[in-house]
């Protein structure tokens, strides 16, 4: 089972109404990057659980309803009187999303350190990323929980840069550098990268993380396919499936989530087997995740696919 920790909310879906102006459809979708996680590790036939604060109102309760229904444990589901993040969403060029967060004081930014209990054994790894390894006390909480465990349990991370929710650039690198020194796999887009790190060549980037406990890097760069950079095997590349796209929300956590249920599948999930990894296996494991997302980006909003979807 993997353990993913972060934020839980709506997406809410903003379409203009017609001809009027002063009116719109809104669409509220269940998600958050981590959630998506969760609930795509579940579709693929891989246990998780999920971490995070989760509202007494409405919507927190809806969430929790479809965690259940989905299959992910909640059983690390911390209780909050404190309402749910929103975040609208509006689509830009290629159906990429354009976010605004309306989270300040929300129930997934609130756990600490005394909410969490100690974690069963059937926890193999954990997964954080997005705007909770960055909004506090959260983001402390969860780095405190990486730092206990990185030992003992696989730990994977995908940045998922949000600047609407956390603008300082320099809160985001400190915190993914400090994660990223004890993750033993990273996920990251081309995007995320340039917004940390401009000018760099995400190459050098990828060396640099390798350098500590991390033994793979994934870079992922949409129409152009993903990049994986492995300490042990050097790098490979895989191009992006064709697929008409409605949007991509959702595809990098799908990606994310076909990683991990890839490693989960093949009894790769310790960071003894990761690094023993070999070239085949990882070559097979990209075209998984690349064959797993573009599902997600045929689709609309964050339905991310299920086991029997992919070849």
Same mark, same amino acid.
């Given at each position: 089972?993997? #353990?993913?920790?972060?934020?839980?909310? &709506?997406d809410?879906?903003?379409?203009?109404?017609?001809?009027?102006?002063? +009116?719109?459809?809104?669409?509220?979708?269940?998600?958050?990057?981590?959630?998506?996680?969760a609930?795509?590790?579940?579709?693929?036939?891989?246990?998780?659980?999920? &971490?995070?604060?989760?509202s007494?109102?409405?919507?927190?309760?809806?969430?929790?309803?479809?965690?259940e229904?989905?299959?992910?444990?909640?059983?690390?589901?911390?209780?909050?009187?404190?309402?749910?993040?929103?975040?609208?969403?509006? #689509?830009?060029?290629?159906?990429?999303?354009?976010?605004?967060?309306?989270?300040?004081?929300?129930?997934?930014?609130?756990?600490?350190?005394?909410?969490?209990?100690?974690?069963?054994?059937? =926890?193999?790894?954990?997964h %954080?990323?997005?705007?909770?390894?960055?909004?506090?006390?959260?983001a402390?909480?969860?780095?405190?929980?990486?730092?206990?465990?990185?030992e003992?349990?696989l730990?994977?991370?995908?940045p998922?840069?949000?600047?609407?929710?956390?603008?300082?650039?320099? +809160?985001w +690198?400190?915190?993914?550098?400090?994660?990223a020194?004890?993750?033993? #796999? =990273?996920?990251?887009?081309?995007?995320?990268?340039?917004?940390?790190?401009?000018?760099?060549?995400?190459e050098?980037?990828?060396? +640099?993380? *390798?350098?500590?406990?991390?033994q793979?890097?994934? #870079?992922?760069?949409?129409?152009?396919?993903?990049?994986? &950079?492995?300490?042990?095997?050097?790098?490979?590349?895989?191009?992006?499936?064709?697929?008409?796209v409605?949007?991509?929300?959702?595809?990098?956590?799908?990606f994310?989530?076909? *990683?991990?249920?890839? *490693?989960?599948?093949?009894?790769?999930?310790?960071?003894?087997?990761?690094?023993? =990894?070999?070239?085949?296996?990882?070559?097979?494991?990209?075209?998984?995740? %690349?064959q797993?997302a573009?599902?997600?980006?045929?689709?609309?909003?964050?339905?991310l696919?299920?086991?029997?979807?992919?070849?």
């Amino acid at each position: 089972m993997y #353990l993913v920790c972060g934020e839980a909310l &709506f997406d809410v879906f903003t379409t203009p109404a017609g001809a009027q102006r002063n +009116r719109l459809t809104l669409e509220a979708v269940a998600g958050g990057s981590p959630f998506n996680v969760a609930v795509g590790l579940s579709r693929l036939g891989t246990s998780s659980a999920l &971490f995070t604060g989760m509202s007494r109102d409405h919507l927190g309760q809806q969430l929790r309803q479809v965690l259940e229904d989905e299959g992910v444990d909640t059983r690390y589901l911390i209780d909050f009187d404190a309402p749910t993040t929103l975040a609208m969403v509006a #689509l830009g060029a290629y159906g990429s999303p354009v976010y605004s967060f309306r989270g300040e004081g929300c129930a997934d930014r609130l756990p600490r350190d005394e909410h969490f209990a100690s974690l069963s054994d059937e =926890i193999r790894g954990i997964h %954080v990323g997005s705007y909770s390894i960055v909004t506090a006390p959260i983001a402390d909480t969860l780095l405190s929980l990486v730092r206990r465990e990185s030992e003992r349990r696989l730990i994977s991370l995908d940045p998922n840069i949000r600047l609407n929710v956390e603008p300082d650039l320099g +809160r985001w +690198r400190e915190r993914v550098e400090a994660i990223a020194a004890l993750a033993h #796999l =990273i996920k990251v887009s081309d995007e995320d990268l340039t917004l940390l790190y401009p000018g760099e060549a995400p190459e050098l980037i990828a060396q +640099r993380w *390798l350098q500590g406990g991390c033994q793979l890097v994934v #870079l992922t760069r949409g129409r152009e396919g993903a990049q994986l &950079f492995s300490r042990r095997q050097g790098a490979l590349y895989a191009a992006a499936k064709p697929v008409t796209v409605r949007d991509t929300v959702g595809a990098g956590d799908t990606f994310q989530a076909a *990683l991990l249920s890839y *490693l989960y599948e093949h009894k790769l999930d310790t960071p003894a087997a990761l690094a023993q =990894i070999q070239r085949d296996q990882l070559q097979a494991m990209l075209a998984f995740a %690349v064959q797993a997302a573009a599902i997600t980006c045929s689709r609309h909003g964050p339905d991310l696919p299920y086991r029997y979807e992919i070849a």
